[in-house]
């Protein structure tokens, strides 16, 4: 007999599902119709919540993204704050802690069946992130802390130059070859920021706070 569920719980179960056989069979080898069987659904429900796997997928990744962005514009938006302090919390927000979810679909995002499912959650953090990040700079370029004419773009360059440099699923630095890649960070950050010689040291801190997998490498 099946169901009837508010859409609401219908969605979120389809997405559910999808999720975890994205990271349990990878996107590419899953279809419609694993999710189908998974859930015991006919396809016109599905087809009436999703038009394509491609829109689930849009949606499990904004699902696993929201969170560290709904925590970014709360501490974006904390007048107690001072600029470098919101810089380095929104950016500590959307680190993986070591037993969490996010920790664990960060892993499966590295393999090689989830390279799209990858992807589109590095793209999406960066267009989700850029708005909150830039009311951070303007702030600080008001103060006099920075003093860059493009706030929005510079963000985007430092968002996407760190996302993908510092991925160890797509790079595995030595540790000393990470340490003058997260100076040589710093630097650019400045630099481009026009910001204060070592104004931004605390990144070093931010990466040491990064958790470790059992072999005592970073995990991104």
């Given at each position: 007999?099946?169901v ?6 219908r ?26 069987q ?5 396809k016109g429900?599905?087809?009436?919540y999703?038009?394509s ?10 699902r696993i ?7 970014a ?9 001072t600029v470098?302090?919101?810089l380095?919390r ?13 920790s664990?679909l960060i892993?499966?995002f ?6 799209q ?6 793209t ?9 990040l830039?009311?951070?700079i303007?702030?600080g370029?008001e103060?006099q802390?920075?003093?860059?004419p493009?706030?929005?773009e ?10 993908f ?11 000393e ?7 040589a960070?710093?630097?650019?950050m400045?630099t481009?920021l026009g ?9 070093t ?5 990064l958790?470790?997998?059992e072999g005592?490498?970073r995990?991104?």
């Amino acid at each position: 007999m099946r169901v009837s569920k508010e859409p609401e719980e219908r969605r979120n179960e389809i997405l559910d599902t999808a999720e975890l056989l994205f990271f349990s069979k990878g996107y590419t080898k899953t279809t419609i119709n694993d999710m189908l069987q998974a859930i015991g659904i006919a396809k016109g429900t599905f087809y009436y919540y999703f038009k394509s796997k491609e829109e689930v997928m849009d949606a499990v990744v904004q699902r696993i993204i929201e969170a560290g962005v709904a925590a970014a514009k709360q501490i974006a938006m904390d007048p107690k704050l001072t600029v470098h302090e919101k810089l380095l919390r929104i950016v500590m927000a959307q680190k993986p802690d070591a037993a969490g979810r996010k920790s664990h679909l960060i892993e499966q995002f590295h393999e090689a069946d989830n390279a799209q499912l990858h992807q589109k959650s590095l793209t999406e953090t960066i267009l989700q992130l850029t708005p909150v990040l830039t009311g951070v700079i303007k702030q600080g370029v008001e103060e006099q802390l920075f003093h860059t004419p493009y706030p929005q773009e510079s963000i985007e360059f430092l968002l996407i130059s760190s996302q993908f440099l510092f991925d160890e699923g797509l790079f595995h630095w030595t540790p000393e070859e990470m340490m003058q890649k997260i100076q040589a960070f710093i630097y650019i950050m400045e630099t481009t920021l026009g910001a204060k010689k070592g104004s931004f040291s605390y990144v070093t801190q931010m990466f040491a706070q990064l958790p470790q997998d059992e072999g005592g490498e970073r995990r991104d």
